[in-house]
């Protein structure tokens, strides 16, 4: 294999890690604000380093001959479907953890961050869930499969600890249900040939519906 698509596989892994940790380092410099403005400002800086590193990515490691958008209608309407199913599955995994820690489930609720979103915030969770997908699932396979050739089984595993990784601003229990989402998430991209939009289409609809039952639930 040619040592430069070794070497830049390597770096677009690494440099795709952490993305979410340059938000939290500009955040930490900036003045006092609103807690929800905080919020605010932390996922529309997601969104913009997230897609920084991803064009970067790219540049190193192109996918544009490696996207592939499946033909199979019933891979859509399984992602459809997976979508709340993968919220019950997080849900399910929110409420063990809480057990395990001693604290009580009274019922299901929706991280404050979730709340009362604004549009803008709406179409920022929109745009970072596709940019996450073509990172975590669509980079990281030509990265990891196609040019290093390492083992399916880690690349399911690790690109899913490091997608969970990035969600550990909300929390250790946050982390875990992310994790195992991008398990599932992985499986799925995998099942479906590699059909990027299938993994898009769960993760923005998993997205949208959070954000309706946090704008609406009381």
């Not at 395990?100 to 019922?107: E, F, I, N, Q």
């Not at 920022?124 to 396979?141: D, G, V």
């Amino acid at each position: 294999m040619n040592i430069h698509i070794h070497y830049h596989s390597i770096l677009v892994l690494l440099a795709t890690v952490y993305p979410v940790s340059f938000p939290q380092i500009i955040l930490s410099f900036r003045g006092r604000y609103n807690h929800k403005n905080q919020n605010m400002i932390y996922l529309e800086y997601c969104v913009i380093m997230s897609s920084i590193i991803l064009i970067l990515s790219c540049v190193l490691v192109p996918i544009s001959n490696n996207i592939i958008i499946s033909s199979d209608i019933m891979w859509y309407i399984i992602s459809i479907v997976a979508a709340p199913i993968l919220i019950i599955i997080e849900f399910i995994i929110g409420t063990i953890i809480l057990r395990l820690s001693g604290k009580m489930v009274k019922g299901i609720s929706v991280n404050a961050n979730w709340k009362k979103i604004s549009i803008v915030g709406c179409i920022s969770t929109i745009l970072l869930a596709i940019i996450e997908e073509l990172i975590y699932r669509q980079l990281w396979s030509v990265a990891m499969l196609d040019n290093l050739h390492w083992n399916i089984y880690l690349y399911i595993i690790l690109s899913s600890v490091i997608y969970g990784f990035n969600h550990l601003y909300y929390g250790f229990a946050t982390f875990i249900q992310k994790t195992i989402s991008g398990i599932l998430l992985a499986v799925i991209f995998l099942l479906s040939g590699r059909s990027i939009i299938i993994p898009i289409i769960i993760h923005v609809l998993q997205n949208l519906i959070i954000l309706l039952m946090g704008r609406y639930k009381k």
